[in-house]
């Protein structure tokens, strides 16, 4: 069974642009979150998705969005980047309902310059 | 807020030895806690979780116990063997209309030494 997958796995932008990273989640899990991971704030929550829907949201400004398709794959967009959004970006993806195991993927790298 | 708490930056133990993380959280609401094993710009891999209903799970090498009145969570790793060497996060996440949310300690790297 594959597991999540995330494309690309390194990029380079530059500030002002924007950037969208793509998952692919576990056969059969509907539940896409999204964390972003920096040395200084550690790992922390931006959004889960789940039936194309956003459930929770995170403490980050407007400029992160995301959405989910109907076959649960997911996209997250940073608008407008910023030095300090660079950051490893992971998706986790799980089966529905609290309890279940959340699994990672390998992460995006960003680099903003 | 930092609600949960990994006050071990970091942990060197001899190879063969027991390793124990630990975890302290302040939401009385968090219902699931897990442990993951995270190596540099690779994504988390799961190690183990417990429901709060437990106060041990076992899968092999790793034990973790849940304290439920004290807050606090631990990861025994038993023996401990180089390829253990990691950053470890402990996790927990609230029951929010269903929804998954982990919240993350700032991780333990741990050194086994030979």
């Known amino acids: 069974k594959a597991g999540v997958t995330q494309t690309p796995r390194y990029l380079i932008k530059t500030r002002g642009q924007q950037v969208t990273l793509s998952c692919s989640p576990i056969?059969?899990?509907?539940?896409v979150s999204w964390y972003q991971q920096t040395p200084g704030q550690g790992l922390q929550f931006l959004f889960e998705y789940f039936s194309e829907t956003q459930r929770n949201k995170g403490n980050f400004p407007g400029r992160f969005s995301g959405r989910q398709f109907s076959n649960s794959r997911s996209e997250m967009n940073v608008s407008t980047l910023e030095l300090g959004d660079s950051a490893l970006y992971l998706c986790?993806?799980?089966?529905?309902?609290?309890?279940?195991?959340?699994?990672f993927g390998e992460g995006s790298w960003l680099t903003v310059v | 807020d930092q609600q949960v708490k990994q006050n071990s930056p970091s942990l060197s133990v001899q190879e063969g030895r027991i390793s124990i993380l630990n975890c302290d959280y302040t939401n009385s609401m968090f219902d699931y806690f897990l442990w993951y094993k995270k190596y540099p710009a690779e994504g988390p891999t799961f190690l183990i979780s417990i429901s709060s209903i437990k106060d041990k799970n076992e899968d092999g090498r790793f034990t973790v116990f849940l304290n439920k009145s004290a807050k606090h969570l631990s990861l025994h790793i038993v023996p401990s063997q180089p390829g253990d060497s990691a950053v470890y996060f402990c996790a927990a996440s609230a029951p929010i209309q269903g929804a998954q949310k982990l919240v993350f300690g700032q991780g333990t790297r741990l050194t086994i030494n030979p």
């Open positions: 056969s059969g899990h509907r539940s």
């Open positions: 986790a993806s799980s089966a529905v309902g609290t309890g279940n195991t959340i699994y």
